[in-house]
């Protein structure tokens, strides 16, 4: 099995631009789909982004999904932030018959 | 509206056994793959374990060593999480999610979780 590996936490201000990255551990990460869930307090996950950098209907086009083959890595962009986008994110992929998260990223907007 | 429900959370003892529910409803339940997520307090989400639309293909995590059992009764709408030997660190939100398939790989509809807390 592999891990995926976030940073713990992120902040910018409002208005700004930040990417969170999600690197796994072994195999391509082009290897299996990567999906990202965003997770506001006291609420259950939500996708912000699936097959690595496609839009849920209604989730808003600031927010945008990567992949990195060279460092392994996904990334999470999210444009023109907002108090909303305050939430803990989850990257998710696959390997055969094992599913695993990343161990999410805090997102502060202040 | 599509909602999954989740139930049978609880407070209990270490070694203990559990089975959870997840009844869903608004969609055609037979038609889905499921899964079981859990989250510990303050801490992320842990994929638990898998199964196919008809039942006939399961997936766990690793961790989980062979103490819990997925199962799903179609007709009845329910997904199952059967646990044993409960340890003080399963304690979490357990929640069922709806996947996705077909080339969309994703969960799209997750229930609002049942705690369990297992404590000496």
């Known amino acids: 099995n592999f891990v995926l590996t976030q940073p713990h936490s992120v902040s910018e201000p409002p208005g700004k631009t930040v990417t969170i990255s999600c690197t796994r551990s072994?195999?391509?990460?082009?290897?299996?789909?990567v999906q990202w869930y965003q997770q506001r307090p006291g609420t259950s996950p939500t996708t912000v982004i699936y097959v690595d950098d496609l839009r849920p209907s209604g989730v808003p086009d600031r927010f945008s999904g990567s992949i990195d083959y060279s460092s392994k890595s996904a990334s999470l962009t999210i444009s023109g932030l907002t108090t909303e986008d305050e939430a803990d994110y989850y990257c998710?992929?696959?390997?055969?018959?094992?599913?695993?998260f990343g161990g999410g990223t805090k997102l502060t907007v202040l | 509206e599509v909602q999954l429900v989740e139930s049978g959370g609880g407070l209990l003892q270490p070694g203990g056994s559990l089975r959870l529910s997840c009844e869903a409803s608004g969609f055609s339940f037979r038609n889905y793959e499921m899964h079981w997520i859990r989250q510990a307090p303050g801490k992320g989400l842990e994929w638990l374990s898998y199964i196919s639309g008809g039942g006939d293909t399961i997936y766990y995590a690793d961790s989980l060593q062979g103490r819990f059992t997925i199962s799903r009764d179609n007709a009845k709408k329910s997904l199952y999480l059967q646990m044993n030997r409960l340890r003080v660190e399963d304690t979490a939100l357990y929640y069922c999610?709806?996947?996705?398939?077909?080339?969309?790989?994703?969960?799209?509809?997750w229930g609002r979780g049942t705690t369990v807390i297992v404590s000496s």
């Open positions: 999610a709806r996947f996705l398939g077909a080339g969309l790989h994703y969960l799209d509809v």
């Open positions: 998710q992929s696959y390997d055969g018959t094992s599913w695993v």
């Open positions: 072994s195999g391509s990460i082009a290897s299996n789909y």
